[in-house]
């Protein structure tokens, strides 16, 4: 295939056969236009001040010369290879093991020589537009060539520690290394991660590239739209649509903590809601291993989401740092506003230490009672994650907590597969002999062999119970900060769930090697007592995904001791293996189907693919009166309510999407505006000074003109007169939800006074020039329930003429796409968006930071914007609802501040006039 190089021929493999019969996963390195780049590139690779260096050569010979310039792939003369094949003649969708390494594919994306007419490629995969962009990098839409799957590459610039800085002080060239070298390790990470974890609310990495300059992971591509879009249409949620979702993130911590490994960046921009309406948990970029030997020290993630010993600059273990944030998520589900806010960040910070939490009324008492076992500022006295997931509320119309997934495991013994260490490349730990003499000491010592014949002893005690019992002992465990060393085993807890690191690392490797060899998906570990089927199913033992047993059959044992000499490539970067689906049983599927919809359904409904899927799916299971759908969209305490109820007339459906639940509007302050609610990112000092001034500055403008009220605001949808009024045209009443009309044209005016938009704008309707001639668009189908703002009758071109006007009014630049407008916004300037030579509009480039850790107290957390573009850039889409004669309005954002982003979305709907 042109524009890709494999070292090894490619192989075919049976469909639905996984890996069966291959040795290892293949690698293929994508090789560089010539050898003095391949051979520059890893010089440069930061890798290899981590990796032994012996691995380093070996792949710096694997990179052959080759012709320059074939990286590139010019895509209309290959349409045929993006013509996506009959799935009979496909090889599985899981693809190889790749690790693809060299700049051939690079110099497509970043080279001199960009054409219009070409599209980019990146191994096997043809690039297309941004779908997001954090402090990290980019996020691009992708299609597979062979088989036309979608997927999102997260793109992350490669750093180089060790690169020469002649024009800075050795002080300072040292300190940029270590922060660069930091920050490599994060991404390495991060990617290593991503392949390994197999969780169906986990986002999977399919393979991962290194280039000389960009780090590419290959995700599933999630495409029911972000958490936070959802809670900015619809406001909140009912509690048993919460707890749906609540569920499905407690599954995947689950999962994560019972592997070593804490999220640590746990919050509403980080969950994504796939077609299916399930959550998928994104963005790994701060996680890390923890052990209960050691205390984790660097205090990272979103300010509203982290917990108080993160800003008291308290060494933590891990969990509980998630579990915090667990919490507020939980929050702002059901509150549909963040727990913690104020428009000073000094007390912001001082409002999270205390803790003290305001319950809405509509918040039902087994709701704040698990809220309030989780926002607990002590994380001593904070409840574990087993708690939280047994509590009353998150088993409310269930067989019992989510199930965590976990594969049912067995002890290690010695010797252990050097093939399996092999791969245990990306996490800091050492060359391959350092990790198998550390696991051999691990393994082999008296603690672990001690407890491991206490856990055989007791294997009849369930395995619930045993995570209790770890639970418990992580909760009372000393908080002293001791130095992890191998000596100091864990000799309190369960030797299967989170032992030590090293051992988490060791049965994920193992599982996805032997996942990825078609090993038979068996004893799916399923607790008597932890359940994923809503309390009407019967339980049937196991749920989705199929995973494998770590019990090894006669075929795995074979599979793992064969020992494969291209792994040495899969040491020298963090690439792990990528699994593949396997088909679902009926009764998995039914399983899983219960689970995610809270109700049975027909086994080929999961997989069936259709546009509007979420929102057919709830339309056609439930039946509600008018009334009801109006009610329940208001209010919204738990109960067997439902909450996305099926529009029984096109009426009903309006109100339903169009007046999701408004949940009340507090003050928007500007000063907010730099202060994003979510974004991880961090701050040095100059930052933090920077980020002092602004805020004075911004401080007395607020003072001086926008009221506050007491109320917090972070996601609350904002209304304005108009939009009551519309609401109320449309049959449902809201004055008495959302305040009196001089409240609701006081909130309109801070609004507008937030947004920059002078008042005269307020509540004059600029008139469409009717004669101006607009490029018609084709309104796309609605893909979910999810990013539907509003809804409308009026025609396609009507509302394509009211939201340029709209977007016009609010001097936002914005430039045709697919089906609607990508939309720049300026917040500074009002708009100076960057542009390409077409003059078409383009993403903001993402300003790396210097550092992903914010500096708590020292340098308070006053600024966790993304640092550098002021731009909000996001995309807005002219959508049809399937079925009824509907049209309306989506929102996806792209990259810049969420709160900024929240305001525009709700302003561009108050004054859209649908
Ligand atoms: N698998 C995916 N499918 C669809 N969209 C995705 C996917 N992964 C990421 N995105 C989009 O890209 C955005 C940025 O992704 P991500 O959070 O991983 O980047 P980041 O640089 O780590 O961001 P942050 O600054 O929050 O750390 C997400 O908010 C989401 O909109």
Redesign the pocket.
């Known amino acids: 295939m042109e524009g890709t190089y494999t070292s090894t021929p490619p192989r075919r493999r049976p469909v639905n056969a996984g890996y069966s019969g291959q040795p290892i996963p293949s690698i293929q390195v994508v090789q560089p236009p010539n050898a003095a780049q391949a051979s520059a590139s890893h010089r440069m690779n930061p890798i290899d001040s981590i990796m032994a260096p012996q691995r380093a050569k070996s792949l710096s010979r694997a990179i052959p010369k080759v012709p320059p310039h074939q990286g590139e792939l010019n895509v209309k003369r290959q349409a045929s290879l993006q013509a996506p094949a009959p799935r009979s003649q496909m090889g599985p969708r899981g693809g190889s093991l790749r690790v693809h390494t060299g700049a051939a594919a690079e110099s497509s994306l970043h080279g001199e020589r960009r054409r219009p007419e070409k599209r980019k490629i990146i191994g096997n995969y043809v690039l297309g537009k941004t779908?997001?962009?954090?402090?990290?990098?980019k996020?691009k839409?992708a299609h597979h060539m062979k088989d036309g799957e979608q997927?999102?590459i997260?793109i992350?610039p490669r750093l180089h520690p060790n690169a020469p800085r002649p024009n800075v002080s050795p002080q300072e060239a040292e300190k940029i290394a270590i922060t660069e070298r930091s920050k490599e390790i994060r991404t390495i990470r991060e990617a290593a991660l991503a392949t390994l974890l197999r969780h169906p609310y986990i986002?999977e990495a399919r393979d991962v590239y290194a280039t000389a300059n960009h780090y590419y992971m290959v995700?599933?591509?999630?495409?029911g739209g972000?958490m936070l879009d959802y809670i900015i249409s619809h406001g909140k949620l009912k509690e048993k649509q919460a707890r749906k979702f609540i569920r499905q993130i407690g599954s995947a911590l689950s999962y994560l903590h019972h592997n070593s490994i804490v999220h640590r960046?746990l919050?509403i921009?980080?969950i994504?809601i796939s077609k299916t309406g399930d959550i998928?948990i994104?963005?790994f970029?701060?996680s890390n291993l923890y052990s209960r030997q050691s205390r984790l020290k660097t205090f990272c993630g979103?300010l509203y989401f982290a917990a108080p010993e993160l800003l008291n600059a308290q060494p933590y273990i891990g969990p509980e740092v998630d579990i915090w944030s667990f919490g507020v998520v939980l929050y702002v589900l059901v509150c549909g506003k963040v727990p913690f806010d104020d428009q000073n960040m000094p007390a912001l910070h001082a409002k999270i230490k205390r803790g003290a939490v305001e319950y809405p009324t509509w918040i039902s008492t087994e709701c704040k009672s698990v809220l309030s076992s989780m926002l607990v500022t002590d994380p001593n006295k904070r409840a574990t994650l087993d708690e939280v997931l047994n509590h009353p509320w998150m088993v409310r119309g269930y067989d019992g907590p989510p199930c965590s997934y976990l594969p049912e495991r067995h002890i290690l013994t010695l010797p252990l597969d050097p093939t399996v260490v092999r791969e245990m490349s990306g996490f800091d730990f050492g060359p391959a002999d350092v990790i198998m003499r550390d696991l051999t000491r691990l393994v082999g010592s008296d603690a672990y062999q001690s407890l491991a014949k206490y856990d055989l002893y007791s294997s009849a005690t369930s395995p619930e119970k045993k995570r209790s019992f770890f639970e418990f002992k992580i909760r009372h465990a000393s908080h002293d900060i001791e130095n992890p060393t191998l000596s100091s085993t864990n000799t309190t807890h369960d030797v299967l769930d989170a032992y030590h690191p090293l051992i988490s690392i060791y049965y994920l490797v193992l599982e996805r090697r032997q996942h990825d060899r078609g090993v038979s998906w068996q004893n799916i570990h399923s607790p008597k007592n932890s359940s994923n089927t809503p309390s009407s199913s019967s339980p049937s033992g196991t749920g989705f995904p199929p995973m494998h047993s770590l019990h090894p059959t006669p075929e795995a044992k074979e599979i793992v001791t064969n020992s494969d000499p291209t792994s040495e490539l899969v040491r020298a970067t963090s690439k792990l293996t990528i699994s593949n689906p396997i088909p679902l049983s009926v009764g998995q599927q039914q399983q899983f189907s219960r689970e995610t919809t809270g109700s049975v359904t027909p086994p080929l409904e999961k997989t069936e693919k259709k546009s509007g899927g979420l929102f057919r799916r709830f339309s056609s299971r439930r039946k509600k009166s008018k009334q009801s759908l109006i009610s329940v969209s208001s209010t919204g305490t738990d109960g067997s309510n439902t909450e996305i109820p099926s529009p029984t007339s096109v009426a009903a459906q309006r109100i339903k999407i169009g007046s999701a639940s408004k949940p009340p509007v507090s003050a928007l302050n500007k000063y907010y505006k730099t202060a994003a609610i979510?974004?991880?990112?961090s701050v040095n000092e100059s930052q933090y000074r920077q980020a002092k001034m602004e805020r004075q500055r911004n401080e007395t403008q607020v003072n001086a003109s926008a009221p506050v009220t007491a109320n917090n605001n972070y996601l609350s949808p904002p209304t304005t007169n108009t939009r009551a009024q519309l609401l109320n045209s449309r049959g449902r009443s809201v004055g008495h939800m959302q305040g009196s009309e001089y409240a609701e044209k006081r909130r309109a005016r801070i609004l507008n006074e937030t947004m920059g938009i002078p008042a005269g704008a307020t509540s004059g309707i600029e008139q469409t020039k009717p004669e101006e001639k607009i490029e018609p668009i084709k309104p796309v189908f609605l893909k979910g329930l999810f990013s539907v703002s509003t809804t409308s009758t009026k025609s396609t071109e009507f509302i394509q003429r009211d939201l340029i006007r709209v977007l016009r009014l609010l001097n936002i630049k914005f430039s045709e796409i697919k089906g609607g407008y990508l939309c720049i916004y300026n917040e500074n300037s009002a708009v100076s968006s960057p542009s390409t030579k077409s003059g078409q509009l383009a993403p903001p480039d993402?300003t790396q930071e210097a550092s992903l850790d914010f500096i708590p107290d020292a340098a308070p957390v006053d600024d966790m914007s993304?640092r550098g573009s002021k731009d909000v850039c996001f995309e807005v889409y002219i959508v049809k609802i399937p079925i009824l004669s509907l049209r309306g309005v989506s929102f996806?954002?792209?990259?810049g501040d969420s709160w900024t982003y929240k305001n525009l979305a709700s302003l561009i709907l108050n004054k859209l006039r649908l």
């Not at 779908?131 to 990098?137: F, K, L």
């Not at 979510?678 to 990112?681: F, L, Q, V």
């Open positions: 779908i997001g962009a954090g402090s990290m990098g996020v839409v997927y999102a997260k992350v986002c995700f599933e591509f999630v495409d972000q960046d919050k921009e980080n994504l998928k994104i963005d970029g701060l979103s979510g974004r991880s990112t993402v993304p996806h954002r792209i990259s």
